[in-house]
């Protein structure tokens, strides 16, 4: 399982301007099973990604095609973990 942290380059405003677009991607690799959680951070200084891609190659592939990453709007910090214990509601996550 990856953790990806995304921390704003730039301003809100051009964040905002892409947001739509970043939506959309982030959707699809929902439907392809890529990802499986991910939101704002508060303060709003960028985001978390949940995902359980088998391999960073392919994660890495897969963020490449982000229109944040394309855009350079963002900088992506890769955590890798693997989970041992959750709670009933997460046991998808487990390996």
Not at 17 to 36: P, R
Not at 77 to 89: G, K, N, Q
Request: aromatic share 10%; charged share 35%; proline share 3%.
């Amino acid at each position: 399982m990856f953790v990806i942290s995304l921390k704003y380059k730039v301003t809100l405003d051009k964040v905002e301007e892409e947001l739509d677009n970043h939506i959309s991607y982030l959707k699809k690799q929902y439907d392809l099973g890529n990802f499986h959680a991910s939101g704002r951070k508060k303060p709003r200084t960028g985001g978390i990604i949940l995902s359980k891609v088998k391999e960073r190659k392919q994660l890495d592939e897969i963020l490449e095609k982000d229109p944040f990453y394309i855009k350079d709007i963002a900088d992506y910090e890769i955590i890798e973990f693997i989970p041992t214990m959750t709670s009933d509601d997460l046991k998808c996550l487990l390996e």
